[in-house]
């Protein structure tokens, strides 16, 4: 997949022309790809699903708080 | 790089999403992520610029704010974290205000010392937590040899509603056995040699090195905090931190925390005389809001906080004594 990706991107390129493309890139992706998007991301993302969690936690029906207050200092 | 992105917005307007809360503290703001679940510490100012900056042309804030480079921070800040988004539409709706998911469950969460009271009144207390629904159980057990009495427990609550079940006891070796259960999910073990977390399976085992003495004691640490949408919901319209949940002794007297003097009921009493006459007790209490108490009511993490203080009345309404200072953002 990445192999094609890789090739895809190259013949666009090639037939954008290095040059053009850098001409074309503002305009068009300006509004949607502005910033450096490594940058916005943050540390912690969307959280995973953890697939080990039991079929009765799925999130609609999760303890949302732990509710016992154990303080193990 | 930014101020390219924000002038190529600016004729959209900005909005604040609506599952990312701003909440204004007395020292200090937090905003709440309640979907990806996390909380942001930020100072009050940033919470006053979100109020003055929402449903507002980008180009107008710019122009308002362009030799503030603070604001231009800001800004930035709450566009990287994606707490504020630019739109064309106009305006989008808020969270509603009562938006629960009302759970069925009469009380929710229990904590229960194990005694020679409890033991022989097992099945009706059993019977007790199904009926009213209890998804959430912690036993403590001082016994120091406690494997078989958790089998046995395990094994009573298999038809319950319990979905979640943990036991604090003293430092002991654990039947392995014991992670096939998939109800259990935590094992607290104080007087522990050294301090240490394992997971075995779903089980995670907590080895404390402290006794049990201040082991319930509500105190406020990052633990006790919960952001979620149902948490937030719950706090909005209950006290979040005493709401369903409730404590019961060695004598079967059920309370909101280990130092609570009031006995609501006892756990041994029908299911009738519970739902009829304990929960009314307990729910004039949980239906104070932090909004109500002090000084929970300036504190940031009013919308997040579990922990089981108890409200007392004072001259001019209700207060908590907390081991976090909203005054100072620090704890004591």
């Not at chain 2, 009469?106 to 629904?133: A, H, K, P, Y």
């Amino acid at each position: 997949m990445s192999q094609k990706n890789e090739y895809m991107k190259k013949t666009l390129l090639k037939e954008m022309g290095y040059e053009k493309k850098k001409e074309l890139l503002p305009v068009i992706f300006s509004h949607t790809t502005p910033m450096d998007v490594k940058k916005i991301k943050r540390d912690r993302p969307f959280r995973m699903v953890d697939t080990s969690i039991h079929q009765s936690e799925i999130y609609c029906l999760r303890i949302y708080k732990d509710g016992i207050n154990i303080s193990t200092e | 790089m930014e101020l390219t992105y924000l002038r190529n917005n600016k004729d959209k307007y900005i909005h604040v999403f609506s599952c990312c809360i701003p909440v204004k503290g007395h020292e200090r703001g937090a905003i709440y992520d309640i979907q990806r679940e996390e909380i942001e510490l930020v100072p009050n100012t940033m919470i006053d610029f979100i109020e003055y900056i929402k449903n507002r042309k980008v180009s107008s804030v710019l122009e308002e704010f362009e030799s503030d480079k603070m604001a231009g921070k800001y800004l930035d800040f709450l566009e990287k974290n994606e707490f504020v988004f630019y739109s064309n539409t106009v305006s989008f709706p808020e969270l509603s205000a009562k938006s629960i998911n009302e759970d069925t469950s009469v009380i929710q969460f229990m904590t229960i010392t194990l005694s020679e009271f409890i033991n022989n009144n097992l099945d009706r207390i059993i019977s007790n937590i199904s009926d009213l629904g209890v998804k959430r159980l912690h036993v403590h057990i001082t016994d120091q040899d406690c494997m078989g009495t958790i089998h046995e427990l395990l094994h009573l609550l298999e038809h319950s509603r319990v979905t979640n079940v943990s036991f604090s006891m003293p430092y002991q070796k654990i039947d392995k056995k014991l992670y096939n259960n998939n109800r259990l999910k935590a094992l607290y073990l104080f007087n522990a040699p050294k301090e240490k977390v394992e997971a075995n399976n779903e089980v995670t085992n907590f080895f404390i090195t402290v006794s049990d003495a201040r082991m319930f004691l509500p105190k406020f640490n990052i633990n006790t905090v919960d952001v979620n949408s149902t948490a937030y919901n719950i706090a909005k319209n209950y006290n979040l931190s005493i709401y369903k949940t409730v404590f019961v002794d060695e004598l079967g007297k059920i309370k909101f925390n280990i130092s609570d003097k009031t006995s609501y009921g006892n756990i041994t009493d029908s299911f009738e005389e519970i739902t009829t006459g304990t929960i009314k007790k307990l729910s004039m209490i949980w239906d104070i809001k932090k909004e109500d108490i002090a000084p929970c009511n300036i504190c940031e993490f009013r919308y997040c906080c579990t922990v089981t203080h108890i409200p007392f009345k004072t001259d001019d309404g209700y207060a908590v004594s907390c081991n976090y200072n909203p005054y100072t953002a620090e704890l004591n």
